[in-house]
DNA sequence: TTACAGCCTTGACATTTGTCAAGGTTTTTT
DNA sequence: AAAAAACCTTGACAAATGTCAAGGCTGTAA
């Protein structure tokens, strides 16, 4: 499981072994089964995480019972709750695999150290916040200027391989409409 | 202008003033008039912009001529577009003057340089970008989960001081309905 | 194999939200 | 002061989306 983090890092930025041991020292593997959870609501999120392999989502429960879908997390991205992690306060998301997976965790203190002595990588994590918090506007976009016909369209322009790995439910969550509208929207697409 | 970013700066993390000269060396100082363009769609932003004084709001125009609010930005905040910043590509966003505002820039290579050399800063200005990233998501979540009437609600309790500083139009778009629903949606909060 | 659970679709209907048009108020400009 | 523009609200109606219920399909478990 490590190596591919290992190659993950390589492929990203300029990092020798040395540096790579340091965070093998501190690297959590952890194996999942469909269905198991990561993080669960109301525990804190300690941990940078990295799947290697499989499928995560993180969702949330509102008061009517009703999930919705705030990530899909698939091989070679970062998972993990932000909020909680950043101001210790319990968590209000699920994270849960939905493939069996394979995810390293590299608990929060140690990874700020690590960060620390390997500029290149913390110069590399800002990148990917700084991508991530793109992304996520992006997505505030969509949601406030599209209907639900124009989201799934652009879902599947930004995400094409989720449409083969989530079933359509889990999408409609997370565009925030309901499984029989997007079941609309598609037949829809199909006229044209 | 730049006293208040030295007080901002030294509010938030220890800065010594030899520090703080490399900044002020390279800020640019604009004032701009109410409805006054700090970025035009098209351009491309390269900046870290401080907004000092006044009132920023970042808006994006849709096929149909809709605006759609992306932000509001008042003092003490910062603004830009991050997508252009960081891949290069002109903005898709305009960046404009609601109230009378004062704003510093900093040039994009130059605010890197110094970053680098002001470890501390650097800190900080992951801490911000860790602490919109979350602000986002949690709008992304009220966006999926939540009605008119509740995203409203939200709007006032996230944003208390913003429904006195902007119309109520303005409110509706960077919520993602219309006037209309929005004017709707209080006349029927006041009714409880 | 049979039974079951999960998933997707469809129809009928309710609710929410959008659109268009009008009017009144306030603010800004001339 | 007068005129114009911006802003907010309201009504009537249309369109989009949600809710509830039913049924069929598929893959998995017993």
């Known amino acids: ?3 591919i983090f290992h190659d993950y890092l390589h492929a990203k930025f300029p990092i020798t072994e040395q540096e790579f041991a340091l965070i093998e020292q501190v690297a959590i593997q952890r194996r999942l089964r469909k269905r198991q959870y990561l993080l669960q609501e109301g525990d804190v999120w300690k941990y940078d995480a990295f799947v290697c392999k499989g499928l995560m989502r993180t969702y949330r429960v509102d008061d009517k019972g009703q999930e919705h879908i705030i990530q899909f997390c698939p091989e070679n991205w970062w998972t993990g709750d932000r909020q909680s992690y950043v101001t210790g306060e319990p968590a209000r ?3 849960e695999a939905y493939e069996d997976s394979e995810v ?3 608990p ?3 990874f700020r150290e690590i960060r620390m ?3 290149a990588l913390n110069n590399f994590i800002f990148d990917l916040l700084e991508r991530s918090f793109i992304a996520l506007q992006n997505r505030v976009n969509s949601n406030i200027m599209h209907t639900a016909e124009e989201k799934y369209a652009q879902f599947l322009k930004t995400y094409p391989d989720m ?3 989530v079933p359509l439910h889990m999408i409609a969550s ?3 409409i309901t499984p029989e509208t997007l079941s609309r929207v598609r037949s829809h697409q199909l006229k044209k």
């Open 163 to 165: 449409s083969n790995r």
């Open 117 to 119: 002595k390997i500029p």
């Open 174 to 176: 997370f565009l925030g």
């Open 93 to 95: 998301y699920n994270i």
């Open 108 to 110: 929060k203190a140690d």
């Open 1 to 3: 499981m490590l190596h």
């Open 104 to 106: 390293i965790l590299i």
